[in-house]
């Protein structure tokens, strides 16, 4: 089982939609979490940060499940300005190693 | 103002040639890292360098050797180029004074090597 999993996609949604991505990590005692988006042929960039409790910003959602291992994100009202892909980041439980899964791409169509 | 950047952009040369990636950080981050983004698109850490001193090493090749004069760079030498090696390579930096990876990551724009 890789360390992170995400499903590669791609996502295709018209603008306006709302579209969910998850994410899977298999150490439960992993520290941190982030959501990085990177546009192609760009370097990735923060998206924000995922705590226990769930946070927004924005339109977008990010949501942590420890129990089930799994970390989501929610953006609503899609924008062709969200198409990229969505990297799913996490810590070990020492906070010093970052593991990348393989990203998630979406594509918003007018 | 670039926060980080990384020269070459492109880098295309032979089988079993040396070459370096230099990276330079503005920001007056601790912790500069080398990540390697394959084909599939995974990234994976390479290396992690706090003040100048090696954090990480994740089990990558000794023809791999990373260099840091001051901590803001951290610049990536490569002997005896193979096929494999062909990848974005990409360099970042934050803030963590202890090498921890909970702080933002900021990434250059990333060095495309093609070994032919």
């Known amino acids: 089982r890789k360390e992170v999993e995400q499903d590669p996609g791609p996502f295709n949604v018209p603008e306006g939609a709302t579209v969910a991505f998850n994410c899977t990590y298999s150490?439960?005692?992993?520290?941190?979490f982030f959501w990085y988006r990177q546009d192609c042929r760009k370097e990735p960039k923060l998206l924000m940060s995922?705590?226990?409790s769930g946070n927004e910003d924005g339109r977008f959602t990010a949501q942590l499940n420890r129990a089930s291992q799994y970390i989501s994100l929610l953006i609503r009202d899609s924008k062709l300005s969200d198409s990229a892909t969505y990297l799913c980041?996490?810590?070990?439980?020492?906070?010093?190693?970052?593991?990348f899964g393989g990203g998630t791409r979406l594509m918003v169509k007018p | 103002d670039t926060a980080v950047s990384q020269t070459p952009k492109y880098l295309v040369t032979q089988m079993g040639n040396d070459k370096s990636i230099k990276c330079e950080q503005n920001?007056?981050?601790?912790?500069m890292y080398w990540y390697k983004q394959d084909s599939k698109k995974f990234l994976k850490i390479m290396f992690s360098?706090?003040?100048?001193?090696?954090?990480i090493n994740e089990t990558v090749p000794n023809r791999f050797s990373p260099k840091s004069p001051d901590k803001a760079h951290l610049n990536l030498h490569i002997n005896s180029l193979e096929l494999g090696d062909s990848a974005v390579y990409f360099c970042?930096?934050?803030?963590?004074?202890?090498?921890?990876?909970?702080?933002?990551?900021?990434f250059g724009p990333g060095t495309r090597l093609t070994v032919l």
């Open positions: 360098y706090n003040n100048k001193e090696l954090i």
């Open positions: 150490n439960s005692a992993s520290q941190s």
């Open positions: 980041v996490v810590t070990n439980n020492a906070g010093n190693m970052l593991t």
């Open positions: 970042a930096s934050s803030h963590g004074t202890s090498g921890g990876f909970t702080d933002t990551q900021y």
């Open positions: 920001l007056g981050h601790d912790t």
């Open positions: 995922v705590y226990s």
